[in-house]
């Protein structure tokens, strides 16, 4: 009896010492991956508010920082407003507004990017960063800005040049001289710059801001700018076209005033005695004003005192006909001294507009002070 039970109890207890020798620790709990606390980039280069040579600049900034290792991706984004909201349409083809993502972080410090398109040109434009890693994402860096390639163009259906760099897409006559950031003078009345239009426009916009403009000048009948078609000279265009600053014996003296022919003397269009009265304005030569002509079903000429400063002169004249010069060309100033008063001596220009639309709202902006 006593031997049965001791054959069993070391039966049992081999048992026991067999299932506890083959048992293992439960494994340790996999830990919860940790956000990583992102700082934001830092800008780099290019220098904040540098005049660029170029359309495509490489922006650079010194790579933010993370409290966990792993791979680290960019987003750049360039705008041509300080708030980098939507902007108003830019010229075809060139960009206003660039974002990019997933820039892989470079070694070194620091990470770059490009842009794959010609951004708008003489425009002031504004950009920034941000770090990404996983579903982590830092603030923005700082925003800096700089301002693109002082360049002009003549494409079908919009021509600028800037006219602050030293050189013009136009072609000069006569004596004119560039005076840096100012502009380019027309030194007599006797010279101009001219401009062949890509295509005719039927309609559109003529704008250019000019400085050097004073009271009781030469000229009777001065012009700030015209258009016509290809013939030799513009007082004897069907489809002259021009905008005046009229100086001593201008019927009155000091007026603001302008002509334009649909094609055909019986369209002609311009203001009475009365209207050109009215139009008396004293300008300031050390004064930078904004002229701008529309055309189409309407003539439209606006002078503003500044780029963005009050208008000081405002008329709106009904057309009929339409306005359909070949080829389409314009001028700073008039090639008709012999007939008329040609250009208005002394007037310096910059940021010339020709389009078949309004110059967009940034072009230009890196010509002007913040």
């Not at 439960?26 to 800008?43: E, F, H, I, R």
């Not at 004003?289 to 606006?302: Q, R």
């Amino acid at each position: 009896m006593n031997a049965w039970y001791g054959v069993v109890g070391l039966s049992v207890l081999g048992m026991a010492i067999a299932c506890g020798g083959s048992s293992s620790p439960s494994p340790s709990p996999t830990p919860t991956p940790t956000n990583p606390t992102l700082t934001a980039p830092g800008v780099d280069s290019p220098a904040d508010d540098t005049q660029l040579d170029t359309l495509r600049p490489t922006l650079i900034v010194r790579n933010g920082t993370s409290t966990v290792a792993g791979t680290r991706t960019y987003e750049f984004q360039i705008s041509d407003s300080s708030d980098f909201a939507s902007s108003t349409a830019p010229v075809a083809g060139l960009a206003v507004t660039v974002t990019q993502t997933g820039v892989a972080e470079g070694a070194g410090g620091t990470t770059s990017f490009t842009p794959a398109s010609d951004l708008q040109p003489s425009t002031r434009m504004y950009w920034r960063a941000r770090v990404s890693q996983g579903s982590a994402t830092s603030g923005w860096s700082a925003t800096a800005q700089f301002r693109t390639k002082l360049v002009g163009f003549n494409r079908g259906g919009e021509l600028y040049d800037p006219l602050i760099h030293g050189e013009t897409i136009g072609a000069r006559s006569g004596s004119t001289t560039f005076m840096g950031a100012r502009g380019l003078r027309i030194d007599n009345n006797t010279s101009w710059v001219r401009y062949q239009l890509q295509r005719t426009l039927t309609s559109g916009e003529i704008s250019v801001e000019v400085e050097g403009l004073q009271p009781n000048g030469p000229g009777m009948k001065s012009r700030i700018f015209s258009m016509m078609d290809g013939g030799g000279n513009l007082f004897r265009s069907k489809f002259l076209f021009n905008v005046q600053y009229r100086g001593v014996r201008g019927n009155p003296d000091n007026a603001i005033s302008y002509k334009v022919l649909m094609g055909d003397e019986d369209l002609k269009y311009e203001p009475s005695f009365s209207q050109r009265a009215a139009g008396v304005r004293m300008l300031n030569p050390s004064t930078a004003y904004l002229w701008t002509a529309t055309w189409g079903s309407e003539f439209h000429l606006t002078v503003r005192e500044g780029v963005n400063g009050p208008v000081i002169y405002d008329r709106t004249q009904d057309t009929s006909g339409t306005y359909n010069p070949s080829p389409h060309t314009a001028y700073l100033g008039a090639n008709d001294a012999a007939q008329e008063s040609g250009s208005l001596p002394g007037a310096i220009y910059r940021n010339f507009w020709v389009g078949d639309r309004p110059r967009p709202a940034t072009l230009g902006s890196a010509v002007e002070t913040p």
